[in-house]
């Protein structure tokens, strides 16, 4: 028996170790999607290169992860320096795969298609949320080729939590979608931009319909807060001012990440 409890926790532990791995890997794919998006070069046909000397990569030079470590951020032919958002983009994957498969472990022993459709289910919908995340930060736009499939695919989040298509299951997921979506349009309209784009409209549907309406508030709260105490120093400092331009879909995204993997505990914490 001892023997048998130990087997399943190392098969845990390689699942898990696995799921990072993994996810450093599709957070590796996402970068290069981030970078190349509206450029007009080819995903999947054209090579990695650096982008200073043109150089192009190898293999060993596209390790998650290992390799701008061991390079130390820098390109090994001209020696410039990589954009950190490489190691951060293929971290925060991996990191957001590890949890999907925390928080499914020990269910994929059982085999079942459920779960095995929801771990993939899930993993599409975050790599969809960090995609926008990284494009967000660097550009200060959310490009609707990320968007819209997160929108559609989040619609499913209900169906693929009750194995079933019901009204009761449904509606709280549209309404609170729409409820995001009007909220954030109304700021959007009102400040005529200013306060708040129109893509952030759009990624609240999809939170909506992806969290219900419990996980949707708390997941905006969060970004508020989170957002408001990175802002003001930035607002204030020299080097940012009050004229500075802050993406605010990370922090949704946060937000929507924080209250997924946790957001009944945070609640139960707040009710106790």
């Known amino acids: 028996m001892k023997e048998l409890v130990l087997l399943l926790c190392i098969m845990d532990i390689i699942f898990i170790i696995f799921f990072f791995v993994l996810g450093t890997i599709i957070g590796s794919f996402l970068n290069v999607l981030v970078l190349r998006l509206n450029t007009g070069e080819s995903v999947v046909a054209s090579r990695s290169r650096c982008f200073s000397c043109g150089h192009a990569l190898y293999a060993g030079d596209l390790i998650p992860l290992v390799s701008f470590f061991l390079q130390r951020g820098r390109c090994r032919y001209c020696k410039s320096v990589f954009s950190w958002q490489y190691p951060v983009g293929e971290f925060l994957t991996g990191l957001v795969f590890l949890l999907i498969a925390v928080k499914f472990g020990g269910e994929y022993i059982s085999a079942t298609a459920h779960y095995t459709s929801s771990i993939i289910y899930y993993a599409l919908i975050f790599s969809l949320l960090i995609a926008i995340s990284l494009y967000d930060f660097r550009h200060k736009i959310i490009p609707n080729e990320f968007v819209y499939p997160f929108i559609v695919i989040s619609f499913f989040a209900p169906i693929i939590n009750t194995l079933g298509l019901t009204l009761s299951s449904v509606l709280p997921h549209f309404l609170s979608g729409l409820g995001g979506f ?91």
Request: charged share 10%; aromatic share 20%.
């Open 182 to 272: 009007l909220f954030f349009g109304s700021l959007w309209f009102f400040s005529g931009g200013r306060w708040m784009g129109f893509g952030d409209a759009k990624l609240a549907l999809g939170m909506g319909f992806l969290l219900g309406p419990t996980m949707t508030t708390l997941a905006i709260l969060l970004a508020f807060w989170t957002g408001t105490l990175v802002m003001v120093p930035l607002l204030f400092s020299k080097r940012f001012g009050m004229k500075a331009e802050i993406p605010f879909a990370p922090f949704l995204i946060a937000g929507t990440l924080i209250s997924w993997f946790g957001g009944e505990y945070i609640i139960l914490y707040f009710l106790s």
